[in-house]
């Protein structure tokens, strides 16, 4: 039988065990992966689907479920395919604990006897509390075995939390069944981030501190937090997205190349760049909370959860001395954007005085991700006048290209056992040693209105710098509240 940390072509036949199968996160992202990838034609030719949950779902109203949820975040496409899929859906209620599996062992034993050389695939859309006590029942009921186990973010909620967990993973796991997901590792763009940068002498160039002034990571975001705000006035702006997904993509942008781009080696130049990062000092970070915050139903009375976080990282490498990675994320701001933005030093030449937004080179990582580069050229006319010019390439145009969403491209890997894209706990320690003093002792959230950028505090941190993705000025944080872009789908799944 095939290990689990071996990696394949093409799944083996998989048994994919969802657990919190009626929850928020599986009917948003889970699901509709799970659904792209069968119409992608990218599963087994043999697999089940088993939801799992404390209530007593009949199989009939699983698939009715699951019909619902397709209906509102997905395509169902055609009669046949949606036939094809809804077959294979399973559901063993009763909850599952290690004390009690409940109906999952009869269920997976009746999948078991249709199907060979099975892989077992177990999917945690759980809140991470739940984390430790499920593993535990894997051990516990023979369900760990060579099954690979998916556990969404955060990986804990803290530095103690997160060595219980961990400790408690590898007494039942072996670490290279552990995959560790953060789906903004899984975006076209972000792949896109080292591809181009190691396959092109042009780009690869100019990457390090004597070509770079500033870096920045900026996922402002339209949308409240009205939907799941039990679980973000519990979280707040820096564990949910700064400790995982932007911490994540500055390694992506800093890291050292690695011998190859197998996951092994990738994973290594990861995580050694994280062990660089210097920890962050509450004075070099902005919270935020939007008006209106706190009337949310869910939100506890005088919470000061940050819905907002603006922060200054400093990465104590070769490459990168010197130069400060600019991190930004909020809800209910002007604009919705997920970008990384290389800012470019002004070379030395006659030109003297070059315009404001001079040379970037940016990552757009919505959708399927675009290229754009500013760059300083004479405007036309008889006169010597500097203006910028901006190319765009939209990474779908690419021919013969067949872009997933990150999350479907991240399960296919775990079904192929890749784990390039998976995040490691000698990195993920290493992030909460950097968060711990703003954890720890975080700023009071200062107040901003909904539809700006944030506290003006935020534009402070980063003087003599600005923000690209929008502007600072509070002229323009008046003026984009009554012309927000609306978040598109991609982004409110996101959220």
Known sequence: MTEANETSSTPRPTIFVLFGATGDL????????????????????????????????SHLDFRQHVHDVLSEFSSLGSDEQWEAFRERLYFAGGGFSSDD??????????????????????????????????????????LAGDARV????????????????????????????????????GKEATQDLHVMRFANSLISGIWDAEHVESVQIDVPETLDVADRALFYDATGAILDMLVTHLFQVAAEVAMEPPASLDASDLQSAREEIISKFRTIEPSDVVLGQYDGYLETEGVKEGSRTETFVAAKLWIDSDRW??????????KQLAR?????????????????SLPAERNVLSFSLSGSGEVDLSLVVKEPGPELKLGVAEAKIPLANVNGGQPLSPYSRLIHDVLLGDRSLFTRPDGLEQVWKVSEKI?????????????????????????????????????????????????????????
Request: hydrophobic share 35%; aromatic share 8%; glycine share 10%.
């Open 150 to 185: 998916v556990f969404e973010k955060p990986f804990g909620t803290s530095a103690e939390a997160f060595h219980k967990l961990d400790k408690i993973v590898h007494s039942v796991l072996d670490e290279s069944q552990a995959y560790r997901i953060d789906h903004f590792l």
């Open 336 to 352: 919705s954007e997920q970008r990384v933005s290389l800012v470019l030093r002004s070379p030395q030449g006659p030109l003297g």
């Open 321 to 330: 001395k010197g130069v400060p990675f600019l991190l930004r994320t909020g």
């Open 26 to 57: 599986a009917k948003r992202m889970v699901l509709p992966a799970f659904y792209e990838l069968a119409n992608s034609g990218l599963l087994p030719q043999q697999w089940r689907l088993i939801g799992n949950g404390r209530g007593d779902v």
């Open 101 to 142: 599996p409940g109906s999952l062992l009869d269920v997976i034993s009746e999948s078991r006897e249709e199907m060979q050389g099975e892989q077992l695939v177990h999917y945690f859309a759980v809140p991470p509390s739940s984390f430790g006590e499920l593993t535990k029942g894997l051990g516990e009921h023979d």
């Open 439 to 495: 954890l720890s002792d975080p700023p009071a959230p200062l107040p901003y209105a909904p539809g700006s950028w944030g506290p003006e505090a935020a534009d402070a941190l980063v003087s003599p710098l600005r923000w690209l993705v929008g502007d600072g000025s509070p002229a323009a944080k008046e003026k984009s509240a009554d012309t927000r872009k609306p978040a598109t789908n991609e982004e409110k799944e996101e959220s």
